[in-house]
């Protein structure tokens, strides 16, 4: 099968068209049309001549991935439901910018991503394992998740101002249209909508760690997606060898950990993967990351009633994150269907929150209420998949 274009690093976008006889600036030029423009096809690169276009069509895709469903309201998290070109489904899920939590202006958003279909770690509360594991992702179908957020906004963004009967379709950066950030000056058609990315879809991102790297640094290029690498944060259940890969590379990416309990007797009856990397290893290999990039890293710790939320495991988790220099990300569990776990009480967390606090470990609860739509990863898919296999139709 040819390789997408998307998938393919400036570098070796240039040594092939250095093979071509292209002058390099072309490759400025495609790349400007694959990541700023975000066109779908190659007749409109309309400044390439027609030979190289002809070229790269013979030797290169230029996929993209089909919206199957779309979940939420446009100032809420809003999950997108992608179907790939070989009928498997992803997730990924746009979340708007909460200014009290970060002070900054709501038009900002993050997009959370999806990295492989299904995931092979089996924790024992996701929903992304439960099917367990089909296939890792291709980088393009990584970066796509991107592009196709931003291009659905720019469609919807038109369609509301062609609604609204105020403004020409041609410019959709409005208060009518509320998820575009009006950033035009940035060179993108209808501005930026994703402004931070974080790997904490469907998948173990550090298990398909060459096309995720391929992936993020084409986002991240000044040529391709320009999106600063402090702003794409990975999220790793603890995969000890490759913790240490990631804090050798150039970018200074930024890691964020799925902890979920502070001693193995804890962590292990629900991650399976602690039994490869006990936190022994975990933390020496979050030691090596801490000395070679002195970055603060995040503990997610989801707080699953009965099982991880007793304030015992307070203690052990203020240990860990002053070692390795860590703020603490509590969150309420999101109940799975078929799944037996539940969230805690309100009470239970705030005094799991107030523990932390007391350490001075630098600590925040999300209280926002997702279980409406499916919020944790996984569950949109899992979903669709079920219903399409009894026969009801998702869409
Ligand atoms: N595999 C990676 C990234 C994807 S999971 C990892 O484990 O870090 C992204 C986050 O969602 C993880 O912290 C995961 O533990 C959390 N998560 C999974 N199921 C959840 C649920 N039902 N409720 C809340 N968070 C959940
Ligand atoms: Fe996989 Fe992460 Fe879910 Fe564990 S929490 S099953 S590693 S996606």
């Known amino acids: 099968m040819p390789t997408d274009i998307k998938s393919l690093p400036r570098e070796e976008l ?60 446009r100032d809420t998290t809003q999950k997108f439901l992608w179907k790939l070109a070989d009928h498997s489904l992803i997730e ?27 995931c092979a770690y089996g924790c024992k509360f996701c929903a992304s394992g439960l099917d367990g594991f089909k296939r890792n992702l291709l980088p ?6 991107v ?76 040529w391709g ?6 702003k794409i944060t990975v999220s790793t259940s603890g995969l000890a060898p490759q913790i240490r890969k990631l804090a050798d590379e150039p970018e200074q990416f930024s890691l964020a950990i799925s902890l979920h309990g502070a001693t193995d007797d804890v962590r292990g009856r629900i991650m399976p993967v602690n039994r490869k990397y006990p936190l022994k290893e975990l ?18 710790y989801i707080l699953i009633k009965g099982v991880n939320d007793g304030l015992d495991q307070t203690k052990p988790l203020g240990v860990l994150a002053k070692r390795l220099n860590a703020k603490v990300n509590l969150i309420p569990y999101n109940t799975v269907e078929g799944l037996e776990w539940s969230r805690p009480d309100e009470a239970v967390c705030e005094k799991f929150l107030a523990a932390m606090k007391a350490q001075k470990i630098v600590t925040t609860l999300r209280r926002e209420k997702g279980h409406d739509i499916d919020a944790a990863c996984g569950q949109l898919r899992l979903k669709t998949e079920r219903e399409l296999a009894t026969g009801v139709d998702p869409v």
């Open 140 to 145: 393009h179908e990584i970066v796509e998740q």
């Open 147 to 222: 592009m196709g957020v931003e291009r659905w906004n720019i469609k919807e963004s038109s369609k509301l101002q062609v609604e609204g009967g105020k403004l020409e379709a041609s410019e959709p950066s409005t208060p009518t249209a509320p998820l575009a950030s009006g950033k035009t000056s940035s060179g993108f058609p209808g501005g930026r909508l994703v402004d931070n990315l974080v790997i904490m879809g469907m998948g173990e991102p550090l298990a398909n760690y060459d096309n995720l790297l391929r992936a993020l640094r084409l986002l991240n290029s000044p």
């Open 283 to 300: 933390t020496s290999a979050l030691d090596y990351y801490q000395a070679e990039r002195g970055r603060m890293i995040t503990f997610e």
């Open 14 to 73: 240039e040594a092939q068209f250095a093979s071509w006889q292209q002058p390099i600036y072309r490759v400025k030029q495609l790349m400007d049309w694959l990541y700023v423009q975000r066109v779908t096809d190659w007749e409109a690169m309309t400044n390439l001549p027609k030979l190289l276009r002809e070229k790269l069509r013979h030797d290169y895709t230029l996929g993209t991935l089909q919206l199957l469903r779309k979940h939420g309201s």
């Open 92 to 118: 990924s899920v746009l979340i708007p910018a909460n200014p009290a939590l970060y002070g900054e202006a709501s038009d900002r958003h993050t997009l959370c991503v999806s990295t492989q279909v299904g």
């Open 225 to 230: 997606g320009r999106i600063g690498a402090r």
